[in-house]
């Protein structure tokens, strides 16, 4: 009992999200097995997986929505199965197609879900105008949620998910309906989130986006975790090669190339997989033994290509 207070006294300083063994199935489909990964204090994690992986399962499960067959989720120590209202109060979820009750004007739907919180009816709606202006649907708490669009509703589930300020944030495909300026809006939010020390998990098919603000992405494929890996981890590994125009092309060349990675001709020009290292290095070294160079080319895979070789598919998905 102690030894669990003192662990949740250390986490609760900032965020932490602990996916430990799930599994779901749902009839005899099963759609996650053993999964496992944790989101720490202050960091922002990719969830990347095709369409049916078992991502939107596996964030329902983890904000305590849908519970698993096996395993748990711990929030900041609490378990989503043994202390689901401790664990939910601290975390905000923003699920891919929010559902409110749209017949509601936005302001009064907000003060209804503050009140759980423990709001009273001004102070609800005080919070709730700061929230939509912050959110940029400032000037729509007056309409219905029945005519809000597609990135309007985001825009609305964000300001819900930040009624009570909580440590941890899951979003699943947070952008999809929403336009650059609230795509934008959504970058400089989780940038505030990770320098406040909170843990993030989101989910995207952007994966240009999951590119430009994750420290960490989680690839799960057909419902099993297949890879975790910081972005320099990525980035290493998709490093691509160099392509180095070069004469004469023969051996000696190659063997000052294989200093930095697996050298093959290639034409007339030589290409080095895995280059590793500082392209002008090398350049410097060929010329200082007599060879001419006259173009270096670097290529690098994007995070897409990346994860398609992780789960052994090609671009297509084939």
């Known amino acids: 009992m102690l030894r669990k207070f003192l662990y949740r006294a250390c986490v609760q300083a900032g965020g932490m999200i602990e996916v430990r063994g799930v599994y779901k199935s749902f009839g005899k489909a099963r759609v996650l097995e053993d999964v496992s990964f944790s989101v720490r204090n202050g960091e922002v994690v990719g ?7 078992g991502k939107t399962t596996t964030i329902r499960i983890t904000v305590g929505v849908l519970p698993p067959d096996a395993g748990d989720v711990f929030i900041d120590g609490y378990s989503v199965s043994e202390d689901k209202v401790e664990a939910s109060a601290r975390v905000g979820w923003v699920p891919e197609l929010p559902i409110f009750e749209s ?11 503050a009140g759980y919180y423990g709001y009273s009816e001004g102070e609800a709606r005080r919070l709730g105008r700061e929230l939509f202006e912050r959110v940029g649907i400032g000037e729509a708490a007056n309409k219905r949620l029945e005519e809000f669009s597609q990135g309007m509703k985001k825009r ?7 009624i009570n300020d909580p440590p941890n944030f899951l979003f699943d ?8 300026q609230g795509i934008a809006f959504f ?15 989101f989910s995207s098919h952007i994966l240009s986006e999951v590119e430009g603000l994750a420290d960490r992405v989680v690839f799960i494929h057909r419902g099993r975790i297949v890879g975790t890996y910081t972005m320099d981890e990525i980035r290493r590994r998709a490093s691509g090669e160099l392509l180095v125009s070069v004469s004469p092309l023969d051996d000696g060349a190659a063997s000052i190339a294989a200093k930095y990675g697996e050298p093959e001709k290639r034409g007339n020009a030589l290409a080095v997989k895995g280059f590793s290292g500082d392209p002008s290095s090398l350049v410097a070294e060929l010329v200082a033994a007599g060879y001419r160079v006259a173009e270096v080319k670097r290529s690098e895979k994007s995070l897409e290509e990346f994860f398609f070789e992780l789960v052994g598919l ?4 084939a």
């Not at 609305?156 to 930040?162: K, Q």
């Open 47 to 53: 969830f990347v997986g095709l369409n049916g992986a």
């Open 103 to 113: 017949e509601y004007r936005a302001l009064d739907y907000f003060a209804y879900l």
């Open 156 to 162: 609305f589930a964000l300001a819900v998910s930040l």
């Open 173 to 180: 495909e947070v952008l999809n309906g929403l336009d650059p």
């Open 187 to 201: 970058r400089g939010l989780v940038q505030e989130f990770r320098k406040a020390g909170k843990a993030v998990l």
């Open 314 to 317: 090609r671009g297509d998905g």
